[in-house]
Every structure is written in structure tokens, then in C-alpha cells.
């Protein structure tokens, strides 16, 4: 036994060491390298100065900071919580389907969720766009006036926050989806037996089965949306960036626009703590909001 052990062990250590190896290298080592470089002056490429804290000292005087932190908190709760329900109640109209006509819709939800970011955007820009785009001439139509709804501060954020949603519900209806199958059909027979209505069914039965399934989306959801970039760097094109800055935009602006490696890495530190704080914090709440139920 001991020595089947021993084998045993080597062979896990043979099997996992590629991934620990590739897991230290690609995260462990860099997250290190900026934690160590949020502390100096350093450019983008090459070392600097120790300056200790000054780098953290200055983000909440640098009102480019603090309009980043606020776009990407209204950024969170514009699409956290209404994605997830919008993707529970696709998935719960979708599981109600079946056959061939079920994975035809399906695919038609998730089928964005496969597109690269850059597709999006032209997707949305040809409907948006002030001068081209589809809705704009629907607008003429009417009679109303035409919005530049990607070159407006008001409107940009829940402009991005739609197409976000559109782009990411795929994905969480395929797990709300998931985890609607795994609900026996027993219990759904059982509560028609004793005559219960469906609002009664969905708050006894299908929304405490599928607490866990929305604990993990819901963490998914706030993680992705933390780390928001890609949109409202396209979108800003052409417009207000400074606006509509967010904290991983404010990252790339300082590293590879005005090359402060030493700052933006600050900002990095930051936003990587805030994500695991929060993530963290939320999972525990919702897990025992669920163990209430």
C-alpha cells in the first residue's frame, strides 16, 4: 500500500505539473511583477524608482480614477443582476420548448455569445451609428430627432450595457438551462397534483433548485463586468474616452498611451483586489441566501 501510494503521488505530480507549471509562469509570476512594480515609477518596458505608495496615494485625487470607478460601478449594476434575469427567464421559455424547434432558439440566443467583440461592434454600430445606423433612419421615420447615442455621456453607458447583455446572455441561459433539467419532473408532477398554481411552483420548487445555478452566474456575471473593456474602448472611438473611461481603460491609458507602467499597475492592484473582494463577498451572501431558502 505504501508503495502504490508513493506511485500514485508521482503519477499526480507527472499529471499536474505542466498546468502548476504554465499556471505560474502565465498568472502567479506577473501578478507578483505587478504588485512589485505598483511601488516604483517604471515605464511601460524597464525598471524605476522605489516611490512606496505614492502611486495608491494619488488615485483618489486623480479625478480620472474616480470617473473610471463610478463608470465601471454603474457599468456592474446596469448589467449584474438585469442580465441574469434576463437570461433566467429565456432559459426557463426555452426549457419549455422541445425538439428541434428548442435547439434552434437556443442556438439563436447563444450564436452571439461566439462572436468576437470586434463583429459586435460593427453589428451595433451599423444599427447606433448617428448617421448610418438602422435605428436612426427608424427615427427619421417618425419624425424624431436623431440621437448620437455612442457620442452622448447619458446615454453611452446603457447603450453599452445592452449590447453587453445581448452579447453575454448565451452563456447563462445555457446554464440556467443546464440546471433546469437537472430539477426532476417528479417534483413538478407531484406539485401539479396538489393543484399548485405556477407562481407557486416557480417560488417553491424551481427557484430553490436553481439558487446555485444563479449564485454561479451571477459571480460570473459581476467578475466579467468588473473587467469590462473591450466595448467601451470600440464604442469610444470617435468620442468622449475620458467619459466614459473605466478602471481597465484607465490601465490601458496610463500603460501604453502615456507609458506609467509604475501607476497603472497601481490601478491594476486595485481593481484585481476589488474583484476578488467583492466576488468573494457576493458568493458568500448568495450562498447564504440560499441556504435560508
Known amino acids: 500500500m ?36 505598483s511601488f516604483t515609477d517604471a515605464p511601460l518596458i524597464g525598471s524605476g524608482d522605489w516611490v512606496g505608495t505614492e502611486n495608491y496615494e494619488r488615485l483618489p485625487k486623480d479625478p480620472r480614477f474616480r470617473t473610471a470607478a463610478w463608470n465601471t ?4 449594476v446596469l448589467t449584474v443582476l438585469p442580465g441574469t434575469l434576463i437570461a433566467l427567464l429565456i432559459g ?33 454600430d451599423w444599427l447606433l451609428n448617428f448617421q448610418f445606423g438602422l435605428l436612426m433612419h427608424i427615427l427619421d421615420l417618425f419624425g424624431l430627432d436623431r440621437i448620437p447615442i455612442m457620442k452622448t455621456r447619458d446615454w453611452f453607458m446603457p447603450a453599452v450595457a445592452v449590447v453587453t447583455i445581448w452579447w453575454t446572455a448565451g452563456f447563462s441561459i445555457l446554464l440556467f438551462l443546464a440546471g433546469l433539467r437537472a430539477i426532476p419532473p417528479e417534483i413538478y408532477e407531484a406539485a401539479a397534483l396538489d393543484n399548485a398554481s405556477r ?8 427557484w430553490p433548485l436553481l439558487w446555485p445555478v444563479t449564485s454561479l452566474v451571477f459571480t460570473i456575471q459581476l467578475i466579467s463586468q468588473l473587467k469590462i473593456f473591450d466595448q467601451v474602448y470600440l464604442f469610444s472611438v470617435g468620442g468622449r474616452p475620458n467619459d466614459n473611461m473605466v478602471l ?23 481593481l484585481f483586489v476589488l474583484v476578488v473582494v467583492v466576488s468573494v463577498m457576493q458568493f458568500q451572501l448568495l450562498r447564504m441566501a440560499g441556504n435560508r431558502k
Open 2 to 37: 505504501l508503495t502504490n501510494r508513493r506511485k500514485d503521488a508521482w503519477i499526480a505530480a507527472v499529471l499536474v505539473a505542466p498546468f502548476l507549471a504554465i499556471y505560474l509562469l502565465v498568472f502567479v509570476w506577473p501578478t507578483i511583477q505587478m504588485f512589485g512594480i
Open 199 to 206: 407562481w407557486t411552483t416557480f417560488r417553491r420548487i424551481t
Open 73 to 76: 460601478a454603474y457599468f456592474v
Open 92 to 124: 426557463m421559455g426555452i426549457s419549455r420548448l422541445k425538439g428541434r424547434l428548442q435547439a434552434a432558439v437556443l442556438a439563436l440566443f447563444f450564436l452571439p455569445y461566439i462572436l468576437p467583440v470586434s463583429v459586435v461592434y460593427f453589428i451595433w
Open 248 to 270: 481597465v481603460y484607465y490601465v490601458f491609458q496610463r500603460a501604453f498611451q502615456q507609458d506609467q507602467g509604475g501607476r497603472a499597475a497601481a490601478v491594476a492592484v486595485t
